[in-house]
């Protein structure tokens, strides 16, 4: 659910320490890498409290502390961290180290999924489809979904393309629900395949045509604007 990430920092300074710290975490030196990052977290660098965050987390190289690392992971996210907004959209969403809270939850995955992170857009559409933390809105759904979609997300792209097929939140399209299925199929999702046998039984020969003839098309663009 949660990875190190190397980013740099706004200062030439705060990179060396970060990159020193990174450097170590990735050869399990959590010593050195709590000396680089917890002063550059204490001096509100972002990244490193998200890193940090992590290591209280997990307990890498310090005692587990997951009281620690929501702090952290606020602090950061508060800064407008994306990785740090989505990890606490997933906690307050799992209700495991915190009281569970799909609203708190929907609050930071929208942050986040402004940003273009596609697990957060992800989430929101299950979010709004479900009417967790919000009321139930296909729409909105369907919007989330799309724009995980177009980022190459398979699973949102079977979404959209079963939101299609029903109608929900978007007009009923048996074309464009074969295109979307079709692309997650060829993506690894692993109910499209026996979907896709589903859609087709209600379409005609030409309909398939057409659609696989747009789906190629899709591909091409990178998924954008289909």
């Known amino acids: 659910l949660f990875s190190l990430l190397l980013v740099a920092?706004?200062?030439?300074?705060?990179?060396?320490?970060?990159?020193?710290?990174?450097?170590?975490?990735?050869?399990?030196d959590w010593a050195t890498a709590l000396k680089e990052w917890n002063p550059l977290a204490k001096e509100g660098n972002a990244p490193a409290q998200y890193n940090l965050g992590l290591m209280y987390r997990y307990g890498w190289g310090v005692l587990?502390?997951?009281?620690?690392?929501?702090?952290?992971?606020?602090?950061?996210?508060e800064q407008g961290y994306v990785d740090a907004q989505y990890n606490l959209g997933a906690i307050y969403e799992q209700g495991k180290i915190v009281t569970q809270d799909y609203k708190e939850a929907v609050r930071w995955w929208q942050l986040a999924a402004e940003q273009g992170f596609v697990k957060a857009q992800y989430n929101l559409g299950h979010m709004?489809?479900?009417?967790?933390g919000v009321p139930q809105?296909?729409?909105?759904?369907?919007?989330?979904?799309?724009?995980?979609?177009?980022?190459?997300?398979?699973?949102?792209?079977?979404?959209?393309?079963?939101?299609?097929?029903?109608?929900?939140g978007l007009v009923q399209d048996l074309v464009y629900s074969h295109i979307w299925v079709n692309i997650a199929m060829s993506n690894g999702h692993e109910l499209a395949k026996e979907n896709l046998k589903i859609?087709?039984?209600?379409?005609?020969?030409?309909?398939?045509?057409?659609?696989q003839k747009l789906a190629t098309e899709c591909v091409k663009k990178n998924y954008k604007g289909c």
């Open 64 to 77: 587990p502390d997951s009281k620690e690392a929501v702090r952290l992971w606020r602090l950061s996210a």
């Open 9 to 28: 920092p706004s200062y030439s300074g705060d990179y060396k320490k970060f990159k020193k710290g990174m450097t170590a975490a990735q050869t399990g």
């Open 128 to 132: 709004y489809r479900h009417g967790k």
């Open 137 to 168: 809105d296909y729409k909105l759904s369907s919007r989330w979904f799309h724009l995980a979609a177009e980022q190459g997300d398979a699973q949102s792209q079977h979404n959209i393309g079963i939101a299609y097929y029903k109608g929900d």
């Open 199 to 211: 859609i087709e039984n209600k379409m005609t020969l030409s309909q398939i045509e057409e659609a």
